[in-house]
């Protein structure tokens, strides 16, 4: 298994620019996260998604939109790329089955807009 | 609203040394807790949960309810221990929410 997979590594976006940050995992996983990391910070939940058809935000979503129409894929979309929005961006997924699940992270994707 | 706090950014210490890395949470109900860790060049992963009370690398933490908080211990750090640790919380369910982690630094 290759685990949850995203791309690309890397990113340079100019402000104003659209992207999407792709993430998959071939674990059959339900639970589906994107987080943020700032420089110095941990990591903030931006939108997550218990399953395909459903998503819900999480702590910091303005600017972003996600979907999810496959269990195996959660995209992360920017449609107008601010500095702001300049990160390392990691995906996430679990399987919940009672309790609280270990969540398996992806390698990231450092984007810098400017 | 639920937070985590490791006050240590930086924490350095010698090979053999004992190691605690701090996290103190905020949260109103009953948590779960978790460290996570990433190593250099390595995805973050799971170390230990609280509800597990198991040891993993010679890691144990343990809950205190009292004051609140979750240290990581170990008693005797090995160069392979050196990583990024993060503390991570959640009232039940799916969502965590993170300390901004501890740079561990094992020195010879």
């Known amino acids: 298994n290759a685990g949850v997979t995203q791309t690309p590594k890397f990113r340079i976006l100019k402000i104003g620019q659209s992207m999407t940050l792709q993430c998959t995992q071939d674990?059959?996983?339900?639970?589906m996260y994107w987080y943020r990391q700032d420089p110095g910070m941990g990591l903030k939940l931006i939108y997550y998604s218990v399953g395909a058809g459903i998503t819900d935000k999480g702590e910091v979503p303005n600017g972003y939109n996600v979907s999810r129409s496959t269990t195996e894929d959660f995209p992360l979309r920017l449609e107008l790329a601010a500095p702001s929005q300049t990160s390392v961006y990691f995906c996430?997924?679990?399987?919940?089955?009672?309790?609280?699940?270990?969540?398996?992270f992806g390698p990231g994707t450092r984007l810098t807009v400017t | 609203a639920q937070r985590v706090t490791q006050p240590e950014k930086l924490l350095s210490v010698f090979k053999g040394a004992p190691v605690e890395l701090k996290c103190n949470y905020s949260?109103?109900?009953?948590?779960?807790l978790f460290w996570y860790v990433q190593y250099s060049r390595q995805r973050l992963q799971l170390l230990l949960r609280h509800i597990s009370r198991e040891s993993i690398k010679g890691f144990t933490a343990d809950l205190n309810k009292g004051e609140t908080s979750f240290h990581l211990k170990k008693p005797f750090a090995q160069e392979e221990d050196s990583a990024m640790y993060y503390c991570?919380?959640?009232?039940?369910?799916?969502?965590?929410?993170f300390g901004t982690g501890t740079q561990l630094k094992v020195e010879l």
């Open positions: 996430a997924s679990s399987y919940l089955a009672g309790g609280s699940p270990e969540q398996y």
């Open positions: 991570a919380l959640t009232g039940g369910g799916n969502k965590l929410t």
């Open positions: 949260y109103s109900g009953s948590p779960e």
């Open positions: 674990m059959n996983h339900n639970y």
